[in-house]
């Protein structure tokens, strides 16, 4: 039925993602109060300026792709999702929705952070294994993902591939017959 969602949510995925990014603002001031400091040295002739100017560009321009690189990895991780049978939703340590239909989700993923849905580039959403009901919302998306062909993936490759006796050794027979070849 349209309009149902099933809501997961997580404070504390969401005050965890909004700390990371608050250290990404510390380390932002930690550069610029580097910076001031540099600058001041070179101005009382304490560092040569033709070391000093490559440095601090090098720092910034090292700082800036970081900093871009990181929030976008945070900017997907989702404190919120609604999972409907039409789309996903996921919020963001900035509370700002991102909408997946499924039909544009290439492919759900399970990784040892949690579940990734990822969508056209750049939308992705991850739900962190801190979710307290996040056995429930993968058998939600993947009910979802089964109904809409969406492939699954465990690790980077197709689920239909891995071979439980690898990922389980302890499921291995120990003195019976010989198990098929994977």
Known sequence: MYGWYAVF?????HYLTRKQVARLGVLAMSALT?????????????????????ALATLWIGLLAWTIHRLRQLRRVVWCVKLSDRRVIGYDYARRRTVLDWTVIERIELTDSG?????????????PLLFPDFAVLSHHALG????????????GRPWQELDVYNLFPFLAPSAG??????
């Open 9 to 13: 949510d997580n404070d504390e995925v």
């Open 34 to 54: 580097l910076t001031l400091g540099a600058v001041a040295a070179g101005h009382e002739a304490l560092l040569p300026w033709a070391l000093l100017l490559p």
């Open 115 to 127: 579940l990734l849905f990822v969508g056209p580039p750049p939308a992705s959403l991850e739900v």
């Open 144 to 155: 979802h993902a089964e109904f809409y062909g969406i492939p699954v993936y465990v690790h």
């Open 177 to 182: 017959p010989a198990r098929p070849p994977a």
